[in-house]
């Protein structure tokens, strides 16, 4: 079996050129080739040796995952539903904004968590993706939409790790990923320009801090433990208390002063103002501590299995007034992609009905359904 050259960081790359008898540096110009200009052909790579060319040629290969599906919502929002093996799909989100292009990546095939208003946890855990799949996301978005836009410039101005899963419980493939994204010979974005979003994986926010230290946002969507408990069940193993302080740990690395805080909106459960009065509260006591925070309010997008309701507007305003006239920089994020079910905690609409899964994959392997063109690969 050859290797996909999209599993390794330029570290995995310059280990993977010297087993083959090559110099270190060859593995920049490689890996320039891989995620600069979306190459996946060795022939294409002028500027490496015939004698390179033809070793990658024989035990490596660059390969995206295969496209199940695309769909591009009337604001522009495109999602794409990828085939990662044995009946599993994973989705990548882009969002297209006036001065940014931001690309929502999966890190799993289903989520172990179970957050009760997210429809990837009810769909339950598969598999970790490798680093590759993780990556593949990433080249395969970004060099479909320069192909598209017909652009030589980078339209992906910013990565987050909020599609399908916690990118926290695949901490081993998701470093080598986020070291891609980051790296001036890969896509070269900020550390500002990455966020990891998490439930809240205390031990491996403390491990984030030390070996990539990304934006960080944490899904906290209620004040109290007690609240907390039922909506993502990972508090009941990592409390509230524990996780800000990991948050204010993780402020002397993070490349931004703030950690952002998630709260979707959820009716009658967690959008009262006495959950406003808490939340305050306890900003307030983990401020004294260092804490610094932004609050990001997300319109709920309910899936039946949820029983759950989106919060009227005019309370996810008056949660948001309260908050900011605490001092609290609140936010209310505009929901993207509702007509495709790309919006937040949607993720999974397709992949939850396994059946359909397996025979549009069956279809697309039988070739009678068109598979989306790759770009240049
Ligand atoms: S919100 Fe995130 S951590 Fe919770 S179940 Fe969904 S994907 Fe998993």
């Known amino acids: 079996m050859t290797a996909n050259l999209l599993e390794f960081d330029l570290e995995g790359l310059a280990v993977f050129c010297e087993a083959l008898g090559e110099k270190r540096f060859r593995a920049t110009q490689l890996f320039r080739w891989i995620?600069?200009?979306?190459?996946?052909?060795?022939?294409?790579?002028?500027?490496?040796?015939?004698?390179?060319?033809?070793?990658?040629?024989?035990?490596?290969?660059?390969?995206?995952?295969?496209?199940?599906?695309?769909?591009?919502?009337?604001?522009?929002?495109?999602?794409?539903?990828?085939?990662?093996?044995?009946?599993?799909?994973?989705?990548?989100?882009?969002?297209?904004?006036?001065?940014?292009?931001?690309?929502?990546?999966?890190?799993?095939?289903?989520?172990?968590?179970?957050?009760?208003f997210c429809s990837t946890g009810h769909q339950g855990f598969s598999r970790n993706l490798s680093t590759a799949e993780i990556v593949a996301q990433l080249w395969f978005a970004e060099h479909f939409l320069r192909k598209h836009l017909q652009t030589q410039d980078r339209v992906i101005s910013n990565v987050v790790m909020m599609g399908m899963g916690e990118p926290l419980q695949n901490y081993s493939a998701l470093i080598p990923a986020?070291?891609?994204?980051?790296?001036?010979?890969?896509?070269?974005?900020?550390?500002?320009?990455?966020?990891?979003?998490?439930?809240?994986v205390v031990p491996m926010i403390d491990r984030l801090a030390q070996d990539c230290p990304v934006a960080l946002a944490v899904s906290l969507h209620a004040p109290t433990d007690d609240l907390r408990d039922p909506l993502v069940p990972l508090n009941r193993k990592y409390p509230i208390d524990e996780l800000l302080q990991s948050c204010v740990r993780y402020l002397e690395h993070a490349p931004r002063d703030f950690i952002t805080f998630e709260y979707c909106?959820?009716?009658?459960?967690?959008?009262?103002?006495?959950?406003?009065?808490?939340?305050?509260?306890?900003?307030?006591?983990?401020?004294?501590?260092?804490?610094?925070?932004?609050?990001?309010?997300?319109?709920?997008?309910?899936?039946?299995?949820?029983?759950?309701?989106?919060?009227?507007?005019?309370?996810?305003?008056?949660?948001?007034?309260?908050?900011?006239?605490?001092?609290?920089?609140?936010?209310?994020r505009k929901t993207r992609g509702d007509d495709i079910d790309a919006a937040c905690g949607q993720l999974a609409g397709d992949v939850k009905d396994r059946t359909r899964v397996q025979e549009r994959i069956a279809q697309q392997r039988s070739g009678s359904v068109i598979p989306i063109a790759p770009v240049s690969h």
């Open 35 to 116: 995620h600069q200009r979306g190459a996946s052909d060795f022939g294409q790579m002028s500027d490496l040796a015939k004698s390179l060319r033809d070793k990658l040629t024989t035990s490596a290969h660059i390969r995206a995952l295969p496209v199940l599906s695309e769909h591009i919502s009337a604001d522009g929002t495109i999602k794409w539903l990828f085939d990662v093996g044995d009946g599993n799909a994973v989705e990548s989100v882009f969002i297209p904004e006036d001065d940014r292009g931001t690309l929502c990546v999966s890190s799993q095939a289903g989520c172990a968590v179970g957050c009760r």
């Open 178 to 200: 986020l070291r891609v994204m980051l790296n001036d010979h890969g896509y070269g974005l900020s550390r500002r320009r990455v966020t990891v979003s998490t439930s809240g």
């Open 265 to 332: 909106m959820l009716d009658g459960v967690n959008d009262q103002p006495a959950h406003a009065q808490s939340l305050i509260e306890l900003v307030q006591a983990h401020a004294r501590q260092g804490l610094r925070c932004k609050f990001n309010l997300i319109p709920f997008n309910p899936f039946p299995a949820s029983g759950l309701l989106r919060s009227a507007p005019a309370k996810v305003q008056s949660f948001a007034k309260m908050l900011l006239e605490a001092g609290i920089v609140t936010t209310i």
